[in-house]
């Protein structure tokens, strides 16, 4: 077996490893953060469980920390308060972001982990199958609930050699998006093998599995071997480690071979994380803004070697240079060991350790401005600034780009980059909450501020839909897309009505308010639908608009698993030429539905009422799927039970 089996079977509560078919496996760790945290414990609360039933389950403040109102501050009060009384271990804000923390502090190999982020699999680092969902799955996994998913395929990703000065782990995820896009990983685990693996430190394997969610996989996997008892170790949990590789004979469903050694520093160009040229290609391209930092690159060996770039050296007098260390224990290494009085005196303004920048709170760049990060996503408007072209690289190629006021080349830097990981890291756990105690959880009180409102629930699935095509949007539609998150928007995450006068605006800003006036209707996309983050705000907040529908070319697995536990039909055109039939503005009519879905039809006739025809839309769930979408979402569908 290879790893990925090796950790599925040892967890399965039912099916087969088959691939393409449904299985479910056991949760042995949660996590959540607070943008989609809040939701997740309020449909935690809906459930009526008293206390999690996992292994452990983390919720992390790392998102919405720029507390320009209320709501954040209200919205950290109650996953405070909830996540004590139900069993929860809270991170508190100022311990750093989610995936970094949970490597540092928490995941073990061996385990599985489901998280409320699509960038969960981070701990893949450590030998984990950690794997990002919506709230409401995670919800059901924190009550003990299975996960259920796709059984994947294996990709076997063979590295050879070994990274040269100046070309770094984020250089390997970057070259495999140039070469596999970002729908090459859908329904896919990428799995790390070779003899590649034991020259990458724990930090870049995390990097590496951390932006396998632009592949759009399930999730990314790394053998746990030496290097991973070092870390542990180091972050003193020795007792964690247990060792976990493939069989010699394991078996894979494809290969994809790359050699370390040839690799050059690579960037993103906007507005898709395999847009991907090498930095030679791309050319000496000027920068107004430069920002490291980010769950994918903020290590304590990435800071490190930063810091040596940067110091004595002060940066270009046309560059904004941020940089948020991703957690607090890196942060206060870095103070002590005086890297951090480096950076300050290059000129570098020191955020929180949070995502700050990367998911817009903060740090938007100027009109047309040009921005390099180190971060995971471009897309369109994430940085709070739709002008902005946002550039994807290392935080060498970063560091080497600030000195210059261009994009540049590190491997020119005549610097000493090796960085160690150190013998022991500095840990404290004292911003980490431990839960009340089942006698004392009954006496805490849940504190709910009034930006938090009831989220809206389906009904159960009538005999027949109709409405207008409201939409119809190209190939690649992000949930940055579908629900735009930014310092405005972001602590609104508690209140989907708020939230839905913004929906799918960066596609067409009349939107909202014309879903609003035909009183709902269905959506029309190309390709890969919905990827990209894990809010499950993006079916949410449709389905507040009363959206009934998606017809798409194809989805994304977070998005597509989010419409469905919310009762929304995800709709697959069979022959994609029929997707030019539709237009929007035009009437759409489904027949009885209720009774096809019922019956366990594969195949939906959707009638176009405006233009007089009908086409078949391939509707792929499994038999659970089909209950869920019948009773009108996950939570009516365990009601029922
Ligand atoms: C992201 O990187 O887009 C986020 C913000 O971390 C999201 C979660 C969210 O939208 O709250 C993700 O990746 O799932
Ligand atoms: Fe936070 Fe960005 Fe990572 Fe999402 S991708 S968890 S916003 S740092």
Same mark, same amino acid.
């Given at each position: 077996m290879n790893v990925t089996q090796k950790i599925l079977s040892s967890h399965?509560?039912?099916?087969?490893?088959?691939?393409n078919t449904e299985i479910s496996i056991r949760i042995d760790q949660t996590l959540t953060q607070d943008s989609t945290g809040t939701m997740a414990y309020l449909q935690f609360e809906a459930m009526g469980i008293s206390r999690v039933r996992t292994e452990k389950s983390m919720a992390y403040i790392d998102h919405n920390t720029l507390q320009t109102g209320f709501e954040n501050a209200d919205d950290h009060k109650y996953i405070t308060t909830v996540a004590k009384k139900h069993g929860v271990y809270l991170s508190k804000?100022?311990?750093?972001i989610c995936h970094q923390v949970q490597l540092e502090r928490v995941g073990v190999p061996g385990k599985t982990l489901l998280g409320?982020?699509?960038? $969960?699999?981070?701990? +893949?680092?450590?030998?984990m199958i950690a794997i990002g969902a919506g709230g409401l799955d995670v919800a059901v996994a924190m009550g003990g609930g299975a996960y259920y998913l796709s059984c994947p395929g294996v990709v076997n990703v063979h590295l050879t050699g070994e990274l040269q000065k100046?070309?770094?782990?984020k250089d390997v995820i970057l070259e495999l998006l140039r070469r596999l $896009?970002?729908?090459? +990983?859908?329904?896919?685990v990428m799995e790390y093998t070779g003899p590649g693996v034991a020259t990458l430190s724990i930090p870049e394997r995390a990097t590496i599995a951390n932006m396998g969610a632009e592949l759009g996989a399930t999730t990314s996997v790394f053998p746990s071997d030496e290097k991973t008892h070092g870390f542990l170790q180091a972050q003193g949990?020795?007792?964690d480690f247990s060792p976990l590789c493939a069989d010699p004979d394991a078996s894979y469903d494809e290969t994809v071979e790359i050699n370390l050694t040839a690799l050059e520093p690579m960037v993103a160009l906007p507005h898709m994380p395999d847009n991907v040229k090498t930095v030679k290609e791309a050319g000496a391209i000027k920068v107004d803004q430069v920002c490291i930092g980010s769950c994918t690159n903020s290590s304590y060996q990435d800071m490190m070697r930063v810091a040596a770039i940067l110091k004595g050296k002060t940066i270009h007098p046309d560059v904004s240079l941020v940089i948020a260390p991703g957690s607090r224990q890196v942060l206060s290494m870095l103070s002590a060991n005086g890297a951090l009085h480096d950076m300050i005196n290059s000129g570098a303004r020191i955020c929180e350790t949070a995502c700050g920048f990367c998911i817009g709170m903060g740090q938007s760049p100027a009109t047309n401005g040009v921005s390099v990060r180190t971060n995971n996503r471009n897309f369109f408007g994430r940085s709070g600034t739709k002008s902005a072209g946002i550039y994807l690289v290392s935080c060498e190629t970063a560091a080497a780009t600030a000195l210059a006021g261009y994009l540049a080349d590190p491997r020119a830097l005549d610097v000493d980059l090796s960085v160690d990981i150190p013998s022991l890291f500095d840990y404290n756990d004292n911003l980490i909450m431990a839960p009340a105690s089942v006698e004392e959880a009954e006496a805490v009180e849940v504190v709910r501020g009034p930006n938090i409102k009831p989220f809206p629930q389906a009904q159960a699935l009538s005999e027949t839909l109709s409405g207008k095509l409201l939409l119809k949007m190209e190939d690649n539609i992000t949930t940055d897309h579908i629900m735009p998150s930014d310092s405005s928007l972001l602590p609104f995450r508690s209140n989907v009505p708020k939230l839905s006068e913004h929906c799918l605006a960066p596609v067409d800003p009349t939107f909202p308010s014309r879903a609003k006036a035909a009183g709902g209707g269905f959506l029309l996309a190309g390709q890969n639908y919905g990827q990209g983050s894990s809010r499950e705000h993006a079916a949410l907040v449709p389905l507040y608009l009363k959206v009934r529908g998606v017809l798409a070319k194809s989805f994304a697995r977070i998005h597509c698993a989010n419409l469905i536990n919310n009762g929304i039909l995800p709709l697959e055109f069979i022959s994609e030429a029929d997707y030019d039939r539709f237009d929007q503005e035009d009437e759409l009519r489904l027949n009885d539905v209720r009774q096809l879905i019922a019956e366990g039809a594969e195949e939906i006739p959707v009638e176009d009422v405006t233009k007089g025809f009908t086409v078949n839309l391939r509707l792929h769930v499994t038999d659970r799927q089909r209950q869920m979408l019948l009773a009108g979402g996950l939570i009516n569908m365990q009601k029922g039970r």
């Amino acid at each position: 077996m290879n790893v990925t089996q090796k950790i599925l079977s040892s967890h399965l509560t039912s099916g087969k490893l088959e691939r393409n078919t449904e299985i479910s496996i056991r949760i042995d760790q949660t996590l959540t953060q607070d943008s989609t945290g809040t939701m997740a414990y309020l449909q935690f609360e809906a459930m009526g469980i008293s206390r999690v039933r996992t292994e452990k389950s983390m919720a992390y403040i790392d998102h919405n920390t720029l507390q320009t109102g209320f709501e954040n501050a209200d919205d950290h009060k109650y996953i405070t308060t909830v996540a004590k009384k139900h069993g929860v271990y809270l991170s508190k804000p100022g311990n750093g972001i989610c995936h970094q923390v949970q490597l540092e502090r928490v995941g073990v190999p061996g385990k599985t982990l489901l998280g409320s982020d699509s960038h $969960t699999p981070t701990c +893949g680092a450590l030998g984990m199958i950690a794997i990002g969902a919506g709230g409401l799955d995670v919800a059901v996994a924190m009550g003990g609930g299975a996960y259920y998913l796709s059984c994947p395929g294996v990709v076997n990703v063979h590295l050879t050699g070994e990274l040269q000065k100046g070309v770094a782990a984020k250089d390997v995820i970057l070259e495999l998006l140039r070469r596999l $896009t970002v729908k090459g +990983g859908v329904g896919k685990v990428m799995e790390y093998t070779g003899p590649g693996v034991a020259t990458l430190s724990i930090p870049e394997r995390a990097t590496i599995a951390n932006m396998g969610a632009e592949l759009g996989a399930t999730t990314s996997v790394f053998p746990s071997d030496e290097k991973t008892h070092g870390f542990l170790q180091a972050q003193g949990r020795e007792q964690d480690f247990s060792p976990l590789c493939a069989d010699p004979d394991a078996s894979y469903d494809e290969t994809v071979e790359i050699n370390l050694t040839a690799l050059e520093p690579m960037v993103a160009l906007p507005h898709m994380p395999d847009n991907v040229k090498t930095v030679k290609e791309a050319g000496a391209i000027k920068v107004d803004q430069v920002c490291i930092g980010s769950c994918t690159n903020s290590s304590y060996q990435d800071m490190m070697r930063v810091a040596a770039i940067l110091k004595g050296k002060t940066i270009h007098p046309d560059v904004s240079l941020v940089i948020a260390p991703g957690s607090r224990q890196v942060l206060s290494m870095l103070s002590a060991n005086g890297a951090l009085h480096d950076m300050i005196n290059s000129g570098a303004r020191i955020c929180e350790t949070a995502c700050g920048f990367c998911i817009g709170m903060g740090q938007s760049p100027a009109t047309n401005g040009v921005s390099v990060r180190t971060n995971n996503r471009n897309f369109f408007g994430r940085s709070g600034t739709k002008s902005a072209g946002i550039y994807l690289v290392s935080c060498e190629t970063a560091a080497a780009t600030a000195l210059a006021g261009y994009l540049a080349d590190p491997r020119a830097l005549d610097v000493d980059l090796s960085v160690d990981i150190p013998s022991l890291f500095d840990y404290n756990d004292n911003l980490i909450m431990a839960p009340a105690s089942v006698e004392e959880a009954e006496a805490v009180e849940v504190v709910r501020g009034p930006n938090i409102k009831p989220f809206p629930q389906a009904q159960a699935l009538s005999e027949t839909l109709s409405g207008k095509l409201l939409l119809k949007m190209e190939d690649n539609i992000t949930t940055d897309h579908i629900m735009p998150s930014d310092s405005s928007l972001l602590p609104f995450r508690s209140n989907v009505p708020k939230l839905s006068e913004h929906c799918l605006a960066p596609v067409d800003p009349t939107f909202p308010s014309r879903a609003k006036a035909a009183g709902g209707g269905f959506l029309l996309a190309g390709q890969n639908y919905g990827q990209g983050s894990s809010r499950e705000h993006a079916a949410l907040v449709p389905l507040y608009l009363k959206v009934r529908g998606v017809l798409a070319k194809s989805f994304a697995r977070i998005h597509c698993a989010n419409l469905i536990n919310n009762g929304i039909l995800p709709l697959e055109f069979i022959s994609e030429a029929d997707y030019d039939r539709f237009d929007q503005e035009d009437e759409l009519r489904l027949n009885d539905v209720r009774q096809l879905i019922a019956e366990g039809a594969e195949e939906i006739p959707v009638e176009d009422v405006t233009k007089g025809f009908t086409v078949n839309l391939r509707l792929h769930v499994t038999d659970r799927q089909r209950q869920m979408l019948l009773a009108g979402g996950l939570i009516n569908m365990q009601k029922g039970r």
